[in-house]
T-cell receptor, first 115, second 112 residues
Framework: DTEVTQTPKHLVMGMTNKKSLKCEQH?????MYWYKQKAKKPPELMFVYSYEKLSINESVPSRFSPECPNSSLLNLHLHALQPEDSALYLC??????????????FGDGTRLSIL | GESVGLHLPTLSVQEGDNSIINCAYSNSASDYFIWYKQESGKGPQFIID?????DKRQGQRVTVLLNKTVKHLSLQIAATQPGDSAVYFCALQTYGNNRLAFGKGNQVVVIP
């Protein structure tokens, strides 16, 4: 079982809906990540939070809005998504890698389908 | 951006045989290397990592080899089992940077 928990596992939404993806970790990690993964492709980085502050935004469209309420939780708020946004959304966490060599640990993702 | 590639898109291996997955990279500043396994319907699972000051590291049934001279990384799986069927990604990182650069992925299919 993964130590990074993501909910929901599956989500189907219309293009006008607003929904949120949630991620939780209790490993004491201070860096958390959102990735998008299309079928048969590697994960693509979207956002990085370090010590609850947004440190990297990989030019992600504003219809994706991340939030880090505390060091254990990471949310991704979705609004007015497009069909091409259908993908597996992965959350990961790590000790803040700027100072140590530690791997990122991934959750099992939320499978998102946009109708 | 970084160029990270794998030599073989799909590897079919007989159960019990050894598997070797290769990864070439271009960024000589990379100093931390990780292998992930992704099974169908799951997220990437950490397998093993290696720092650039090492050329070999062993885990349980897995060995990672690093050749910095030719910028090449490999993952060896001993006595491959059906549960090893998955997509394997190499990933690279540079000290002081949270970004991971993933390789394209290599599908391993274990034939019983």
């Amino acid at each position: 079982d993964t130590e990074v928990t993501q909910t929901p596992k599956h989500l189907v939404m219309g293009m006008t809906n607003k929904k949120s993806l949630k991620c939780e970790q209790h490993m004491g990690h201070r860096a958390m990540y959102w990735y998008k993964q299309k079928a048969k492709k590697p994960p693509e980085l979207m956002f990085v939070y370090s010590y609850e502050k947004l440190s990297i935004n990989e030019s992600v469209p504003s219809r994706f809005s991340p939030e880090c309420p505390n060091s254990s939780l990471l949310n991704l708020h979705l609004h007015a998504l497009q069909p091409e946004d259908s993908a597996l959304y992965l959350c990961a966490s790590s000790q803040d890698n700027r100072g140590v060599y530690q791997p990122q640990h991934f959750g099992d993702g939320t499978r998102l389908s946009i109708l | 951006g970084e160029s990270v590639g794998l030599h073989l898109p799909t590897l079919s291996v007989q159960e019990g045989d050894n598997s070797i997955i290769n990864c070439a990279y271009s960024n000589s500043a990379s100093d931390y290397f990780i292998w992930y396994k992704q099974e169908s319907g799951k997220g990437p699972q950490f397998i093993i990592d290696i720092r650039s000051n090492m050329d070999k590291r062993q885990g349980q049934r897995v060995t990672v080899l690093l050749n910095k001279t030719v910028k090449h990384l490999s993952l060896q799986i001993a006595a491959t089992q059906p549960g090893d069927s998955a997509v394997y990604f190499c990933a690279l990182q540079t000290y002081g940077n949270n970004r991971l650069a993933f390789g394209k992925g290599n599908q391993v299919v274990v034939i019983p």
